[in-house]
C-alpha cells in the first residue's frame, strides 16, 4: 500500500503568471493547447560543439534521418534521432543534400566561400564520401544564411542562388550536360530570395501532351507598383523539364520561365507579406497538388504571419491563360509595367512543347521560333497573380512569425480525409492546425527549443515530425492523442488523428478497426454530447495561516476554456483578495474568511468540466497547531520541518496501526484493504489536529480514482512536486512510501 502525504505551506513570493485570455487575438487562433518543452514527449538529438542542424534528407529505405550540420554530417536511426548510426566530419557547411537513383547522395556545402559538391554513400555504418570536388557555384550558395533552394528530379541538380559571391548574380538552373539557367535581367530575378522548389510530374499523365514543371517560390523586389520605396512582392515561376534552352535567341537560358505574383491577402496590411516556406501535397495526381506557403510581413511592425493554400489548376490557368506584363517608358526615364493587351505569338511564349506545340512542327525548345522567345525574354512576368485557395488565407496569427510548414494527410474515423498543418515558429514551436470549412483548429503549440532558436526546418516521415533549429533537432509523433487526458479533452480538440474509445477509456489514435459505434470523434462540431459523464473530483484540504497568500491551483486542459472559480457555491470575482490567473486563484492576506469549499471548473463549447476542489481551512489554535501559531510567520522552513515532523509521527502511527500495533477504533478491517473514507476518519479521530494529514490521503484518493479526474490530478502532481522548494508559491510534498520508513 502506498500513502501519499502532502505537506502544504505558503509562502509570500509574488511571481507574476500569464493573464487568462490572449491580447487582440481572435479565440480561433489560441493554440488550444499549450505543451511545454518539459513533456513535449519529443526525442532531441544534438552534438557537443556542432550547430546548425539545418538540413535533412529522410532515407526511408535505410531507414534513417541523413541530418546536414555546420561541418558534419550525421546518419541517425529514423525511429529514434538519439541513435547515432555514422558521422562524417567533412569539414564543410552542408547545404544540399538529395537522395540519387543509384543510391547514392549528392552532398554540396559552402567550404569556406568555394561551393564544392561531392557524392556520398551509407554502408556497414560509415557515410562515405568519395572526394570528387565537383564545383558547387550555381547549387549551393557562398554564404550560409543566403536563401536558396534546391530539387533534384532522375539525378539532375535543380536548383535557385546566387552564381557569385557578393549574391548578385541570383540564377535558377540546371545542372546537366544541358545545362541552362535564367537570364541575367532584373526582369527576370531581381534582387530574389529564394524558398521553395518542386517538381511536379504532370508529363506522364497531361492529355494535352504537356511537361513535366518544376516550381519556384521565392520573394523579390516588385516592379510593377508606383512605389517610391523599395517594395517586396512574392513570387511564383515555373520552368518545363524538357527545355533545352533556344536556338539563337535565349542559348542555353529557360525558354519556358514565367513568373507571377502570388497573393495572400491579410487584412489590414498594406505591404504584401513574403513566402517564407511552401510543402507541397498531391493526394492522388498532379491535379490534385495544394502549395501550402507560409507568409510573414515583410516590416517588423506588423506581427501577423499567414498560411494561404495554391491549388496547381490556378497556377496552371495563370501561367497558361494569363495576360503578360509589358514595359513602357513613361517620361523619357520612367519604366511602368502594364499588362499587355495586343497579341501574343503562337506558340505560347512560355508554353512547353506540348501536343499543339509538336503539330505546328516544334518537337522541342530549340524549335521555337524567335518571336515566341524575344516575347518571353523581355516578358516572364505574368499581369494577373495566382490567388490563394477561397480567396484568403487558411490561418492568420499574430505572435511568433511563422517559419516552415509541412502537411500531413490523416484519415478520420468517419474515413474522411483531413490536412493537418506542422506550422513551426521564429521562437522555437510548432503549431499543430487543421482547417475545417474555413474554420481554424489550432490544436496544440509545441514548444520545442529556447524562444530565440527559431525552427529551420521540417520533414515528415508517415508518423513523425523531425524539426531543425541551430541548436539541436527534435523527433515529434504527429498522433500523440494520449495528451488529450479526457473525452471532454480528446473529442474537443477535433484532433483527426484522435478519437476516445469508450472501451480502452483512454485517447486513442485512430486505426482502420476502429468503430464509429465505440470511439467518439466530431471533427467538425466538436460534438462531445457522447461523451461519458464526468464525477465531481473530490476536494483537497488546505490549511493557511491568517494573512497568508494562498494559491490553488487549477491547470485546464484547454487554452480555449473559461475558468471558473466557486466559493461555496458562489461564484469568485476578481478583488483586492482574490486574483484568478490562467493556473491559479490567489488568495491574498487570508483571513477565517476565506475558509470554505472551493471548486475550478472550466467551460469550453458548454461543455462544463470540474477540474478540482478544495477544502480550505485556517489552522486553529488548539493542540500541535497552537504551537505552530507561535512561530513566526516569516521562518517558514521551521514550520516546514516542524510539519514534516509531526507527519512523519503520523506515518508512524499509521504504520503502526497497519501492522496492527494498535487498535482499529473504526474499521475492522485491515488498513490495507480499508477505503479513504476509513482512513480518513482513522486520521480524524486519532489525531484530530492533523487535518493536512487527512487532506493528502484524499488527493491520494483522488488521484487513484482515475477515470475522469486522471488529467487535472495528475497534472496537479506534477505542478506540486516541480514547485517544491523552487517557486515557493506553494510547497506540496509527498512522500511516497511503498512499505518501510
Ligand atoms: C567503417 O569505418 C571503420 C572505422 O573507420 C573502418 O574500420 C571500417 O573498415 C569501415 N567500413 C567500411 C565498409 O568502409
Ligand atoms: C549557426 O548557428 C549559430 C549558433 O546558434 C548561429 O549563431 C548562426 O547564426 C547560425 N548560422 C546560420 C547561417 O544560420
Ligand atoms: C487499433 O487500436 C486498438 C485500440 O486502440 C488496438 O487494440 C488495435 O490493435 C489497433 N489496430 C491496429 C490495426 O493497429
Ligand atoms: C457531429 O456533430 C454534429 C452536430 O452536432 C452532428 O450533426 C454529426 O452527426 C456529428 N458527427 C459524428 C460523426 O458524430
Ligand atoms: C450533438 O450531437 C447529438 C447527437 O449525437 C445531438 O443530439 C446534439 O444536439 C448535438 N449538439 C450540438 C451542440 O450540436
Ligand atoms: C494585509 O493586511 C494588513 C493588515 O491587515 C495590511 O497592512 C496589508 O497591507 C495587507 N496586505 C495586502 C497585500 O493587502
Same mark, same amino acid.
Given at each position: 500500500?502506498?500513502?501519499?502525504?502532502?505537506? @502544504?505551506?505558503?509562502?509570500?513570493?509574488?511571481?507574476?503568471?500569464?493573464?487568462?485570455?490572449?491580447?487582440?487575438?481572435?479565440?480561433?487562433?489560441?493554440?488550444?493547447?499549450?505543451?511545454?518543452?518539459?513533456?513535449?514527449?519529443?526525442?532531441?538529438?544534438?552534438?557537443?560543439?556542432?550547430?546548425?542542424?539545418?538540413?535533412?534528407?529522410?532515407?526511408?529505405?535505410?531507414? =534513417?534521418?541523413?541530418?546536414?550540420?555546420?561541418?558534419?554530417?550525421?546518419?541517425?536511426?529514423?525511429?529514434?534521432?538519439?541513435?547515432?548510426?555514422? =558521422?562524417?566530419?567533412?569539414?564543410?557547411?552542408?547545404?544540399?543534400?538529395?537522395?540519387?537513383?543509384?543510391?547514392?547522395?549528392?552532398?554540396?556545402?559552402?567550404? !569556406?566561400?568555394?561551393?564544392?559538391?561531392?557524392?556520398?554513400? #551509407? !554502408?556497414?555504418?560509415?557515410?562515405?564520401?568519395?572526394?570528387?570536388?565537383?564545383?558547387?557555384?550555381?547549387?549551393?550558395?557562398?554564404?550560409?544564411?543566403?536563401?536558396?533552394?534546391?530539387?533534384?528530379?532522375?539525378?539532375?541538380?535543380?536548383?535557385?542562388?546566387?552564381?557569385?559571391?557578393?549574391?548578385?548574380?541570383?540564377?535558377?538552373?540546371?545542372?546537366?550536360?544541358?545545362?541552362?539557367?535564367?537570364?541575367?535581367?532584373?526582369?527576370?530575378?531581381?534582387?530574389?530570395?529564394?524558398?521553395?522548389?518542386?517538381?511536379?510530374?504532370?508529363?506522364?499523365?497531361?492529355?494535352?501532351?504537356?511537361?513535366?514543371?518544376?516550381?519556384?517560390? $521565392?520573394?523579390?523586389?516588385?516592379?510593377? #507598383?508606383?512605389?517610391?520605396?523599395?517594395?517586396?512582392?512574392?513570387?511564383?515561376?515555373?520552368?518545363?523539364?524538357?527545355?533545352?534552352?533556344?536556338?539563337?535567341?535565349?542559348?542555353?537560358?529557360?525558354?519556358?520561365?514565367?513568373?507571377?505574383?502570388?497573393?495572400?491577402?491579410?487584412?489590414?496590411?498594406?505591404?504584401?507579406?513574403?513566402?517564407? *516556406?511552401?510543402?507541397?501535397?498531391?493526394? %492522388?495526381?498532379?491535379?490534385?497538388?495544394? $502549395?501550402?506557403?507560409?507568409?510573414?510581413?515583410?516590416?517588423? %511592425?506588423?506581427?501577423?504571419?499567414?498560411?494561404?493554400?495554391?491549388?496547381?489548376?490556378?497556377?496552371?490557368?495563370?501561367?497558361?491563360?494569363?495576360?503578360?506584363?509589358?514595359?513602357?517608358?513613361?517620361?523619357?526615364?520612367?519604366?511602368?509595367?502594364?499588362?499587355? %493587351?495586343? *497579341?501574343?505569338?503562337?506558340?505560347?511564349?512560355?508554353?512547353?512543347?506540348?501536343?499543339?506545340?509538336?503539330?505546328?512542327? $516544334?518537337?522541342?525548345?530549340?524549335?521555337?521560333?524567335?518571336?515566341?522567345?524575344?516575347?518571353?525574354?523581355?516578358?516572364?512576368?505574368?499581369?494577373?497573380?495566382?490567388?490563394?485557395?477561397?480567396?484568403?488565407?487558411?490561418?492568420?496569427?499574430?505572435?511568433?512569425?511563422?517559419?516552415?510548414?509541412?502537411?500531413?494527410?490523416?484519415?478520420?474515423?468517419?474515413?474522411?480525409?483531413?490536412?493537418?498543418?506542422?506550422?513551426?515558429?521564429?521562437?522555437?514551436?510548432?503549431?499543430?492546425?487543421?482547417?475545417?470549412?474555413?474554420?481554424? !483548429?489550432?490544436?496544440?503549440?509545441?514548444?520545442?527549443?529556447?524562444?530565440?532558436?527559431?525552427?529551420?526546418?521540417?520533414?515528415?516521415?508517415?508518423?513523425?515530425?523531425?524539426?531543425?533549429?541551430?541548436?539541436?533537432?527534435?523527433?515529434?509523433?504527429?498522433?500523440?492523442?494520449?495528451?488529450?487526458?479526457?473525452?471532454?479533452?480528446?473529442?474537443?480538440?477535433?484532433?483527426?488523428?484522435?478519437?476516445?474509445?469508450?472501451?480502452?477509456?483512454?485517447?486513442?489514435?485512430?486505426?482502420?478497426?476502429?468503430?464509429?459505434?465505440?470511439?467518439?470523434?466530431?471533427?467538425?462540431?466538436?460534438?462531445?454530447?457522447?461523451?461519458?459523464?464526468?464525477?465531481?473530483?473530490?476536494?483537497?484540504?488546505?490549511?493557511?495561516?491568517?494573512?497568508?497568500?494562498?494559491?490553488?491551483?487549477?491547470?485546464?486542459?484547454?487554452?480555449? !476554456?473559461?475558468?471558473?472559480?466557486?466559493?461555496?457555491?458562489?461564484?469568485?470575482?476578481?478583488?483586492?483578495?482574490?486574483?484568478? @490567473?490562467?493556473?491559479?486563484? =490567489?488568495? $491574498?492576506?487570508?483571513?477565517?474568511?476565506?475558509?470554505?469549499?472551493?471548486?475550478? %471548473?472550466?467551460?469550453?463549447?458548454?461543455?462544463?468540466?470540474?477540474?478540482?476542489?478544495?477544502?480550505?481551512?485556517?489552522?486553529?489554535?488548539?493542540?500541535?497547531?497552537?504551537?505552530?501559531?507561535?512561530?513566526?510567520?516569516?521562518?517558514?522552513?521551521?514550520?516546514?520541518?516542524?510539519?514534516? @515532523?509531526?507527519?512523519?509521527?503520523?506515518?508512524?502511527?499509521?504504520?503502526?496501526?497497519?501492522?496492527?500495533?494498535?487498535?482499529?477504533?473504526?474499521?475492522?478491517?485491515?488498513?490495507?484493504?480499508?477505503?479513504?473514507?476509513?482512513?480518513?476518519?482513522?486520521?480524524?479521530?486519532?489525531?484530530?489536529?492533523?487535518?493536512?494529514?487527512?487532506?493528502?490521503?484524499?488527493?491520494?484518493?483522488?488521484?487513484?480514482?482515475?477515470?475522469?479526474?486522471?488529467?487535472?490530478?495528475?497534472?496537479?502532481?506534477?505542478?506540486?512536486?516541480?514547485?517544491?522548494?523552487?517557486?515557493?508559491?506553494?510547497?506540496?510534498?509527498?512522500?511516497?512510501?511503498?512499505?518501510?520508513?
Amino acid at each position: 500500500m502506498m500513502f501519499l502525504l502532502a505537506v @502544504l505551506c505558503v509562502f509570500y513570493i509574488w511571481s507574476p503568471s500569464t493573464l487568462t485570455g490572449g491580447l487582440g487575438s481572435t479565440p480561433n487562433t489560441i493554440p488550444r493547447k499549450t505543451v511545454p518543452i518539459s513533456s513535449n514527449g519529443g526525442r532531441l538529438f544534438r552534438e557537443e560543439g556542432v550547430w546548425n542542424y539545418t538540413i535533412m534528407l529522410l532515407r526511408e529505405d535505410l531507414n =534513417m534521418l541523413i541530418l546536414g550540420a555546420r561541418e558534419t554530417i550525421f546518419a541517425l536511426d529514423l525511429d529514434d534521432i538519439t541513435v547515432k548510426k555514422a =558521422m562524417n566530419d567533412c569539414k564543410n557547411y552542408i547545404r544540399i543534400l538529395h537522395k540519387r537513383n543509384d543510391d547514392r547522395m549528392y552532398v554540396c556545402g559552402t567550404k !569556406a566561400f568555394i561551393p564544392t559538391c561531392d557524392y556520398m554513400s #551509407y !554502408a556497414d555504418g560509415n557515410l562515405t564520401l568519395e572526394g570528387k570536388q565537383e564545383d558547387g557555384k550555381g547549387k549551393c550558395p557562398f554564404d550560409p544564411s543566403q536563401r536558396y533552394t534546391s530539387e533534384m528530379v532522375d539525378g539532375v541538380l535543380y536548383s535557385a542562388t546566387s552564381l557569385n559571391f557578393r549574391g548578385s548574380e541570383p540564377v535558377m538552373m540546371r545542372s546537366s550536360e544541358e545545362s541552362i539557367r535564367t537570364e541575367f535581367s532584373s526582369t527576370w530575378l531581381n534582387e530574389p530570395n529564394f524558398i521553395h522548389m518542386a517538381h511536379i510530374r504532370e508529363g506522364k499523365s497531361n492529355p494535352e501532351g504537356d511537361d513535366d514543371k518544376l516550381y519556384l517560390f $521565392f520573394s523579390e523586389t516588385a516592379v510593377e #507598383y508606383d512605389s517610391y520605396t523599395k517594395m517586396d512582392v512574392s513570387r511564383v515561376a515555373r520552368v518545363c523539364k524538357g527545355d533545352l534552352g533556344g536556338q539563337r535567341t535565349l542559348q542555353r537560358k529557360w525558354t519556358s520561365f514565367l513568373k507571377a505574383r502570388l497573393d495572400c491577402p491579410v487584412p489590414n496590411n498594406n505591404l504584401p507579406l513574403l513566402v517564407q *516556406d511552401v510543402f507541397h501535397l498531391c493526394p %492522388s495526381d498532379w491535379t490534385t497538388c495544394v $502549395f501550402y506557403a507560409v507568409f510573414t510581413p515583410q516590416l517588423d %511592425s506588423s506581427q501577423y504571419s499567414a498560411v494561404c493554400a495554391y491549388k496547381i489548376e490556378d497556377i496552371k490557368t495563370v501561367f497558361s491563360k494569363g495576360k503578360f506584363k509589358a514595359s513602357v517608358t513613361v517620361e523619357t526615364s520612367f519604366v511602368k509595367w502594364v499588362m499587355y %493587351s495586343a *497579341d501574343v505569338p503562337d506558340p505560347r511564349p512560355g508554353a512547353c512543347i506540348d501536343n499543339h506545340a509538336r503539330e505546328m512542327g $516544334f518537337t522541342k525548345s530549340l524549335d521555337l521560333p524567335d518571336k515566341t522567345l524575344q516575347f518571353i525574354k523581355d516578358k516572364p512576368l505574368m499581369d494577373q497573380a495566382v490567388k490563394a485557395s477561397g480567396e484568403k488565407p487558411l490561418l492568420v496569427k499574430r505572435g511568433a512569425a511563422f517559419t516552415r510548414i509541412v502537411v500531413a494527410t490523416a484519415t478520420a474515423l468517419d474515413r474522411t480525409s483531413h490536412q493537418v498543418m506542422f506550422i513551426g515558429t521564429k521562437s522555437g514551436s510548432v503549431l499543430k492546425a487543421v482547417n475545417y470549412n474555413s474554420e481554424m !483548429a489550432i490544436m496544440e503549440e509545441i514548444q520545442l527549443f529556447g524562444p530565440s532558436e527559431p525552427v529551420k526546418i521540417l520533414r515528415l516521415s508517415n508518423t513523425k515530425l523531425y524539426v531543425g533549429s541551430d541548436v539541436g533537432v527534435v523527433q515529434l509523433s504527429i498522433n500523440e492523442c494520449g495528451r488529450y487526458h479526457t473525452c471532454l479533452d480528446c473529442v474537443l480538440a477535433r484532433d483527426p488523428y484522435c478519437g476516445w474509445d469508450l472501451n480502452a477509456d483512454q485517447c486513442s489514435t485512430i486505426n482502420s478497426t476502429h468503430r464509429t459505434s465505440t470511439v467518439i470523434q466530431n471533427l467538425s462540431y466538436g460534438n462531445a454530447s457522447r461523451c461519458p459523464q464526468i464525477e465531481d473530483s473530490k476536494s483537497v484540504s488546505v490549511s493557511f495561516f491568517h494573512g497568508n497568500t494562498v494559491t490553488l491551483w487549477c491547470q485546464p486542459y484547454s487554452n480555449l !476554456a473559461q475558468v471558473q472559480w466557486q466559493l461555496n457555491g458562489r461564484p469568485i470575482k476578481a478583488s483586492n483578495t482574490f486574483q484568478i @490567473l490562467s493556473d491559479s486563484l =490567489m488568495i $491574498f492576506n487570508a483571513t477565517a474568511d476565506a475558509s470554505g469549499y472551493y471548486t475550478c %471548473s472550466s467551460v469550453e463549447r458548454n461543455y462544463q468540466t470540474q477540474h478540482v476542489a478544495y477544502d480550505l481551512k485556517m489552522w486553529s489554535a488548539s493542540g500541535t497547531t497552537a504551537l505552530l501559531h507561535n512561530v513566526k510567520e516569516k521562518e517558514n522552513t521551521l514550520v516546514a520541518m516542524v510539519v514534516l @515532523l509531526s507527519l512523519i509521527l503520523a506515518m508512524l502511527v499509521i504504520w503502526n496501526l497497519y501492522k496492527g500495533h494498535f487498535p482499529l477504533p473504526f474499521c475492522h478491517r485491515r488498513v490495507k484493504d480499508m477505503e479513504n473514507r476509513c482512513e480518513q476518519s482513522l486520521y480524524e479521530n486519532q489525531l484530530p489536529e492533523h487535518k493536512i494529514a487527512s487532506s493528502t490521503v484524499n488527493l491520494n484518493s483522488n488521484n487513484n480514482h482515475v477515470n475522469d479526474q486522471r488529467y487535472s490530478s495528475s497534472r496537479e502532481r506534477d505542478r506540486l512536486s516541480t514547485t517544491v522548494g523552487s517557486s515557493g508559491q506553494i510547497t506540496l510534498k509527498y512522500i511516497d512510501d511503498e512499505s518501510e520508513i
